[in-house]
């Protein structure tokens, strides 16, 4: 249960919370016609006939749209419908060629389905939680007004109009900021699992409609309000965070919210109103005339099944399970595409050039992929080449630290060098002397120096002063310029020490 509440004058209030995701299906080709959908192209130079609604223009399907909407359903458990229909959903807008958008009200091709999201404390998600989805349907983008072309006049770019969108449509199951961060998150990374759509929010590829109401715990769902086209997570919790304030000083000064759809302002982190919120009856929405309905048979659902890649749940379980990753470090792992992908290629080269099982080498590489090797590629920032960081480069490293001949700063060290020359790590290790010693006889010789000059605190330690442990460690080290083998400086230090 989420604990989270709006502290009002008139007591606690709880925030309800839905999301409409509206996430580009990546084709080469537009819903109902061949035109190009590359981002960042001159504006109306990806413009069919059917596209500007030209007379006698008819919609053809594209096929791979539908089968990545059908993956899409797949991956997050929905009943997948074999009989859908497009809708004409009538409104009038300039960038709206047709007058209409083709979309799916009465028959999505996507059904019931649901997401999980995982606890997370330090977010304020205290257990995992799984958010209901009703549907997701299949249509067709509009185009683009642009407003600072101008002083006087309004441009129309008609580039995104016909281009194939999921809308993905959560039940209102989602009671915190903190939780639509996660849900928008956890569908981001499953769309780009699946390869359905590219994730980039920052290019409009994926955006969300934000509906959100308060309510006296426990009491009826309020009136909601829709903030339209938020393009971050973090947008989406700062538009919750203000919309739900708002809504609960309006409601506390005697006021009433109404049903209407709003704009957010990044910039101040704050809701404005666009319109009131149309309902279904106000389209009109009849079924599209010139599209027969879709029909899909089982042969084409089992190859769209058989095409899904393992998914972020089930990744996570077997990094848990087969090779012993914490928890911690497998959701981390998994969050991301590129995340898990280089990895797994990082693991398998590992554990090739080591001889030992992926498993025995399994937490070595994740803590090196997590942490110690994007810590060093930030530190350098641009002098580092992202092309140096290959697998076979970061192995040899794993595999002479795994072996005691390199410590752990001294492989940092070496990786720097590797990302700013492309150097080979075992040559940097011998020719920059960036390598420690196993040798017992030569620690024990420093060690014996040590004791013979610190002889009050071998006797201070041997009379109960434990601590005093991590001094000689401390000398020893310094004494061979950190070139030490940690290990075995601690068990020579405790076998003379006794």
Not at 81 to 94: C, E, G, L, V, W
Not at 204 to 212: E, K, L
Request: charged share 25%.
């Amino acid at each position: 249960m989420s604990t989270y509440r709006i502290q009002g004058a008139t007591g606690e209030w709880e925030v309800v919370i839905g999301l409409e995701v509206h996430a580009q299906v990546v084709s080469n080709s537009k819903l109902f016609s061949g035109a190009a959908t590359a981002f960042g192209a001159e504006p109306n130079s990806q413009v069919s006939l059917v596209d500007a609604a030209m007379p006698g223009m008819l919609p053809v399907p594209n096929r791979e749209c539908i089968r990545q909407a059908v993956r899409t359903g797949m991956a997050i458990d929905a009943e997948i419908n074999k009989y859908s229909r497009f809708d004409r959903k009538n409104y009038f807008y300039a960038d709206l060629p047709q007058g209409y958008q083709i979309s799916q009200l009465y028959h999505p091709i996507v059904g019931e389905g649901q997401l999980l999201i995982e606890a997370d404390e330090k977010a304020g998600i205290p257990e995992d939680k799984v958010i209901g989805i009703e549907r997701i349907h299949v249509e067709q983008d509009a185009g683009k007004l642009m407003h600072d072309q101008h002083p006087s006049m309004s441009y129309v770019d008609l580039n995104r109009s016909g281009v194939a969108l999921m809308e993905i449509v959560s039940r209102p199951d989602m009671r915190s900021p903190a939780e639509a961060g996660a849900y928008v998150r956890k569908l981001r990374s499953i769309l780009r699992y699946v390869g359905s759509c590219d994730g980039n929010m920052e290019e409009g590829s994926m955006r969300a409609d934000v509906n959100v109401s308060v309510r006296k715990p426990g009491e009826e769902f309020g009136t909601r309000t829709e903030t339209k086209n938020v393009n971050s997570v973090r947008f989406v919790m700062q538009a919750i965070e203000h919309e739900a304030r708002r809504q609960v000083d309006l409601i506390e000064d005697g006021g009433k919210v109404v049903q209407e759809t709003r704009l957010f302002d990044p910039n101040t982190g704050t809701t404005r109103s666009m319109r009131s919120k149309e309902d279904a009856h106000d389209y009109r929405y009849f079924p599209d005339p010139d599209l027969l309905p879709v029909e899909l048979d089982d042969a084409f659902l089992e190859d769209c099944r058989k095409s899904l890649p393992e998914l972020p749940d089930a990744k996570r379980k077997r990094y848990e399970d087969e090779l012993g990753l914490t928890p911690y470090n497998a959701r981390e792992l998994t969050a991301e595409v590129e995340t898990f992908a280089r990895f797994e290629t990082l693991l398998s080269a590992t554990a090739k050039g080591t001889g030992k099982s992926e498993k025995d080498v399994a937490t070595q590489v994740a803590n090196w992929s997590l942490s110690v090797a994007p810590g060093v590629m930030n530190a350098l920032g641009a002098e580092a080449n992202p092309a140096h960081a290959t697998a076979e480069a970061q192995a040899a490293i794993l595999d002479m630290q795994s072996k005691g001949e390199i410590s752990g700063g001294q492989a940092k060290e070496i990786y720097e060098i590797v990302l700013k020359s492309g150097r080979d790590p075992a040559e940097i290790a011998e020719s920059e002397s960036l390598k420690q010693t196993s040798d017992t006889g030569a620690i024990e010789r420093v060690i014996d120096e040590v004791l013979a000059a610190n002889q009050d605190k071998v006797a201070e330690y041997r009379g109960g002063k434990d601590k005093l442990f991590g001094f000689f460690v401390g000398q020893t080290m310094k004494a061979m310029q950190g070139k030490g083998n940690p290990a075995v400086v601690n068990q020579l230090l405790k076998d003379k020490l006794g």
